[in-house]
């Protein structure tokens, strides 16, 4: 147990260390969720004539109906980022030389995915503290009640990009399915609007956005930003999580996964 923990402490602090040299990482993931904050709060609230979002008509504007979502983009940029690292440590070849230690594959890759959910956690309390300044704030024991949905949520989300990372040789094709994933899934959620609108206007959009695991991790943080438990939305995040992880691993195995098969 105590090697276990050993690894587990010596990938985080790696991980640690690498994003507070990477000062320009965190300022993107602060900067870009206030942005789209303040062109779809002022945009969409004027274009769909919104000012109040239901079923939450008591409590939640639009701005504040949009905070989970950011929250969500902004693990999952940060999934991706940390997945692009581990091709970089593949190219390097330390990623092989960890891979081949005597712990298990399965725990040195859930201590990867646990360091960018840490980093993911600072990014994302970073973002509600300056939400918050803006006057755009939550209910205050949802700051506290969110933190194991976010902790679920990143783990889902950075399995996502751990799960990419292994069928990927080469840096330079990351950037591309970094674009072809983040865009497609928070645009195809209910990150900006809810499904109810979404059915309104389209059903195969609808059936697509309740197919999209991202919507489940936004679903998640949202209602336990309010302190509340959606269990669906709980349970298909977990199974996301889940399948991800198994997917991950395969791509990983040295005697089956693509990385072998392709190198």
């Known amino acids: 147990m105590t090697a276990y923990l050993i690894a587990l402490s010596a990938i985080v602090q790696r991980e640690s260390l690498r994003f507070v040299h990477q000062r320009g990482r965190f300022l993107s993931a602060l900067v870009r969720p206030l942005v789209w904050l303040l062109i779809f709060a002022v945009g969409f609230r004027s274009a769909l004539g919104l000012s109040i979002i239901p079923?939450?008509?008591?409590?939640?504007?639009?701005?504040?109906?949009i905070v989970p979502g950011l929250c969500a983009m902004v693990q999952l940029f940060n999934g991706m980022q940390s997945s692009l690292s581990l091709v970089y440590d593949r190219e390097m070849g330390s990623m092989r030389l960890l891979l081949t230690s005597p712990l298990p594959r399965w725990w040195?890759?859930?201590?990867?995915?646990?360091?960018?959910?840490?980093?993911?956690?600072?990014?994302?309390y970073a973002f509600l503290a300056v939400a918050a300044v803006a006057g755009i704030t939550?209910?205050?024991?949802?700051?506290?009640?969110?933190?194991?949905?976010?902790?679920?949520?990143?783990?889902?989300?950075?399995?996502?990009?751990?799960?990419?990372?292994?069928?990927?040789?080469?840096?330079?094709?990351?950037?591309?399915?970094?674009?072809f994933v983040i865009f497609p899934a928070f645009f195809l959620s209910s990150a900006l609007y809810p499904l109810g609108k979404m059915a309104e206007s389209?059903?195969?959009?609808?059936?697509?956005?309740?197919?999209?695991?991202?919507t489940y991790a936004v679903e998640t943080i949202r209602f336990a930003l309010y302190?509340?438990?959606?269990?669906?939305?709980?349970?298909?995040?977990?199974?996301?999580?889940?399948?991800?992880?198994?997917l991950a691993l395969w791509g990983y195995d040295p005697a089956r996964g693509l990385i072998t098969r392709r190198g």
């Open 108 to 124: 040195l890759l859930t201590s990867k995915l646990l360091a960018g959910t840490a980093v993911s956690l600072l990014q994302v």
């Open 138 to 179: 939550m209910p205050w024991q949802g700051y506290l009640l969110v933190l194991p949905a976010l902790v679920l949520t990143g783990m889902m989300l950075g399995a996502v990009g751990l799960a990419l990372s292994s069928t990927i040789r080469q840096l330079e094709n990351f950037a591309g399915v970094m674009n």
């Open 202 to 214: 389209s059903h195969l959009l609808y059936r697509i956005c309740t197919s999209n695991p991202f």
């Open 227 to 246: 302190g509340q438990i959606n269990g669906a939305a709980l349970g298909w995040t977990m199974l996301a999580l889940g399948l991800f992880m198994l």
């Open 55 to 65: 079923p939450y008509e008591t409590y939640i504007t639009y701005e504040t109906y």
